[in-house]
């Protein structure tokens, strides 16, 4: 079975500082796709980015980008030029490629950018 | 395009009440899926559909728990008889089966459920 650990509960940062956020998973699978969601308030989950197993070249967004270790299974989110709007729920999630299987996420860790 | 369409946004109910969910997916998304979000917690599974057929309810809590999706769009998931334990948010997800790998889920905003 896949796990996703993301082992800070809550992290905070100063406003256009950099932050990065922690996730590990444990997968048996060679195939996969990473994500990292962010979960304001309002509840609902917006995809951050998201990173293909087989492509070694970290994904990048904008002011999002993420380090992937496959070997380690590890892969954080660093957070650049913090925004007051980037305070939220941020979510590490697994998904097996090719199947017809969910999403696994993480316990999430809560973030705060501080004016 | 319009996104996930949850209802109702929040919902009190006492604990042995029933109480449903629905879902509108974005148009034309093959996969719905239902999650349930204890607080302080990410996202579990209940159940999975494709078109209006049901792929994984694994995770499901049958003997309370119940899901459809007629005609392969809209989705209500019902709890009969409530528990205090079923107190959480109820995030329906939508993808399109050609995209499913590509971009992950969309998701609605939730119905919070509160159990007294």
């Known amino acids: 079975a896949q796990t996703v650990t993301q082992s800070q509960p809550e992290m905070s940062v100063q406003e256009a500082e950099t932050v990065t956020l922690s996730c590990t998973y444990d997968t048996s699978e060679s195939n996969y796709y990473l994500f990292w969601y962010k979960q304001p308030p309002s509840r609902q989950m917006i995809l951050v980015i998201r990173?293909?197993?087989?492509?070694?070249q970290n994904a990048t967004e904008n002011r999002f980008s993420v380090n992937f270790q496959k070997a380690a299974k590890s892969f954080s989110l660093k957070i650049s030029d913090s925004q007051l709007g980037d305070t939220a729920m941020y979510f590490c999630a697994f998904m097996k490629r090719w199947y017809n299987n969910d999403m696994r996420f993480g316990a999430g860790t809560r973030l705060t950018v501080k004016p | 395009e319009a996104g996930v369409a949850q209802s109702p946004r929040y919902k009190i109910i006492e604990k042995r009440q029933s109480v449903a969910f629905w879902c509108n997916p974005i148009?034309?998304?093959?996969?719905l899926y239902w999650y349930q979000q204890i607080l302080g917690q990410g996202p579990k599974l209940l159940i999975q559909?494709?078109?209006?057929?049901?792929?994984?309810d694994s995770q499901l809590p049958k003997d309370r728990f119940s899901a459809e999706r007629l005609k392969g769009v809209d989705s209500t998931l019902k709890i009969q008889p409530a528990k205090l334990e079923d107190s959480a948010v109820y995030l329906c997800?939508?993808?399109?089966?050609?995209?499913?790998?590509?971009?992950?889920?969309?998701f609605g905003s939730g119905t919070r459920l509160t159990v007294v």
């Open positions: 997800a939508s993808s399109a089966l050609r995209d499913r790998d590509a971009d992950g889920y969309t």
């Open positions: 559909f494709q078109n209006n057929g049901v792929v994984d």
């Open positions: 990173q293909e197993a087989y492509k070694q």
């Open positions: 148009s034309g998304h093959a996969t």
